[in-house]
């Protein structure tokens, strides 16, 4: 399994971008998904993940009602909608993978995933 995220950039706070993660190998209905973000000199957070049958999301609390996570499992892309950017926003943002019998269930521990992209730098400008 592999993950290719894209969509970072640079943006002015108060704007929006669209993270996609492209997610091949198979079986991509089976796995739950989610964001991660490694800002520079920190260490990575969980941003927000998404069950395996995308009924459930859950958010990190510095990015709920700005954030949004969804799935198409159409296209094996997982997206992230990030609106109201903000300069602490800036990071590499890293998706995530992992193979869940629980189709109801999203998981916010990095140790969790199995399957990792390689990121997608987000700079946002005050």
């Known amino acids: 399994v592999q993950l290719q995220a894209s969509g970072g950039g640079l943006v002015q706070a108060g704007g929006s971008l669209r993270l996609s993660c492209a997610v091949s190998?198979?079986?991509?209905?089976?796995?739950?998904l989610a964001w991660f973000r490694q800002a520079p000199g920190k260490g990575r957070d969980f941003v927000g993940a998404?069950?395996?049958?995308?009924?459930?999301?859950g958010y990190a609390d510095s990015v709920k009602g700005r954030f949004t996570i969804s799935r198409d499992n159409a296209k094996n892309t997982v997206y992230l909608e990030m609106n109201s950017l903000k300069p602490e926003d800036t990071a590499v943002y890293f998706c995530?993978?992992?193979?869940?019998?629980?189709?109801?269930?999203?998981?916010?521990?990095?140790?969790?995933?199995?399957?990792w992209g390689k990121g997608t730098l987000v700079t946002v400008s005050s």
């Open positions: 995530a993978a992992v193979f869940s019998i629980i189709s109801n269930s999203w998981f916010d521990k990095q140790n969790t995933y199995t399957y």
């Open positions: 190998g198979g079986g991509f209905s089976n796995y739950a």
């Open positions: 998404i069950s395996q049958n995308g009924g459930r999301t």
